[in-house]
């Protein structure tokens, strides 16, 4: 993993939160592969805080009945 900027480890950090504490109200309904979250990680990693943040929210954004499902990787 690159070195990632303190923005950048905040919002892993609350991804990381969301996948210990919360996640398991929701367990077994992710449309797409990788999960939102992981996206959200690896995003953030590859592209930094503000950029992969803004991708994360709009992989979100399209989990829906209407927004697709199956592999959908980190641009």
Do not use: K
């Not at 590859?46 to 989990?63: D, E, N, Q, T, Y």
């Amino acid at each position: 993993m690159p070195s990632v900027g303190l923005p950048a480890r905040a919002c892993i950090g609350g991804i990381h939160f969301y996948q210990r504490r919360i996640a398991w109200l929701t367990r077994g309904w992710c449309r797409f592969q990788p999960s939102c979250s992981v996206y959200g990680v690896e995003a953030i990693e590859r592209h930094g805080a503000v950029r992969g943040s803004w991708l994360a929210a709009c992989r979100i954004a399209r989990c829906n009945p209407w927004g697709g499902c199956g592999h959908d990787p980190v641009p």
